[in-house]
């Protein structure tokens, strides 16, 4: 009885092979011998799981299309999938944005590199090549950002020293892993600034004093601290009133200039409700 071939699983796939396809349809006898042909490469050897499927690994290959063919080693009898297989380039990863992240914080990861337009992102400790998905995953799906795509992440837990973020193609099976590891920094906290009020124009630079304000991993350009002037962290309840760069200058210690505000009082802090501050519009004077 000859082999017949109902369905391919992935059909597309990168040109650097390896990608593990799954035939489905009916093996016949023989099992022992399944193989498969992508286009004139073959018999590539096939591993046996069922009377109804089987898997082939795909060689290597250039971008394009090619026939895919199913079939038992010795006979030259192949059958050919309803369905070719492409080969895509795979993705190429340069650079991530920001390349450090708050303990216990979700962040939006924006990862720069080639053919990223499809692709979505997953989070693999230590550059782990097993990508989480389904409820467990780390990393939502992927929106285009210019050259790039941005990443949705909930929490990073605090157990996880580095983090590796990948790539991982849905479309194609392949991933990328980035070549500099997210450093986790611990969430900064504040237990005082200098001065406590300012003038409303803004201009004011502000010495805010707490803990875990830098990371030894993570260097001020590219640590995620900011001031944030309001009553409420700015992703998840919309409230903040301005939010600022601060530069750490040690984990004690960060600077920030107070932007633009109405008088009154806001609160200053990592998630904006740490300590409050007295504002006086058209003031530059310190008011308490």
């Known amino acids: 009885e000859a082999i017949t071939v109902q369905s391919i699983e992935p059909s597309t796939m990168t040109s650097e092979g390896g990608a593990l396809v799954i035939v489905r349809g009916s093996l016949g006898v023989g099992h022992a011998n399944v193989a498969c042909r992508v286009?004139?490469?073959?018999?590539?050897?096939?591993?046996?799981?069922?009377?109804?499927?089987?898997?082939?690994?795909?060689?290597?290959?250039?971008?394009?299309?090619?026939?895919?063919?199913?079939?038992?080693?010795?006979?030259?009898?192949?059958?050919?999938?309803?369905?070719?297989?492409?080969?895509?380039?795979?993705?190429?990863?340069?650079?991530?944005?920001?390349?450090?992240?708050?303990?216990?914080?979700?962040?939006?990861?924006?990862?720069?590199g080639l053919w990223l337009s499809s692709a979505a992102c997953t989070r693999g400790k230590?550059?782990?090549?097993?990508?989480?998905?389904?409820?467990?995953?780390?990393?939502?799906?992927?929106?285009?950002?210019?050259?790039?795509?941005?990443?949705?992440?909930?929490?990073?837990?605090?157990?996880?020293?580095?983090?590796?973020?990948?790539?991982l193609d849905a479309a194609h099976g392949d991933s990328a892993v980035m070549p500099t590891p997210l450093v986790r920094i611990a969430a900064p906290r504040v237990?005082?600034?200098?001065?406590?009020?300012?003038?409303?124009?803004?201009?004011?630079?502000?010495?805010?004093?707490?803990?875990?304000?830098?990371?030894?991993?993570?260097s001020a350009a590219s640590s995620p601290l900011r001031c944030v002037f309001g009553a409420g962290i700015p992703e998840r309840a919309g409230s903040a009133a301005a939010v600022a760069y601060a530069y750490a200058v040690s984990s004690a210690l960060a600077r920030c200039e107070a932007p633009a505000l109405m008088g009154g009082v806001v609160n200053l802090?990592?998630?904006?409700?740490?300590?409050?501050?007295?504002?006086?519009?058209?003031?530059?004077?310190?008011?308490?």
Request: hydrophobic share 45%; net charge neutral.
């Open 39 to 112: 286009g004139t490469i073959g018999p590539l050897t096939g591993v046996y799981v069922s009377s109804a499927e089987f898997h082939c690994l795909t060689p290597a290959k250039r971008p394009g299309v090619a026939d895919f063919f199913a079939g038992l080693r010795g006979n030259v009898l192949w059958a050919l999938s309803r369905v070719p297989v492409i080969y895509v380039q795979p993705p190429r990863v340069s650079t991530v944005m920001p390349l450090a992240v708050l303990v216990g914080h979700s962040a939006a990861i924006d990862v720069f």
């Open 126 to 167: 230590g550059g782990a090549a097993a990508a989480l998905t389904g409820a467990g995953s780390e990393m939502a799906g992927a929106v285009a950002v210019g050259a790039g795509i941005r990443c949705s992440s909930t929490a990073f837990p605090g157990a996880t020293a580095f983090v590796a973020v990948r790539v």
């Open 191 to 218: 237990s005082g600034v200098i001065p406590r009020g300012g003038g409303g124009d803004g201009g004011t630079v502000i010495h805010v004093f707490g803990a875990d304000l830098a990371s030894e991993d993570a």
């Open 269 to 288: 802090g990592p998630g904006g409700g740490d300590v409050p501050l007295s504002l006086a519009v058209g003031s530059s004077a310190v008011t308490g």
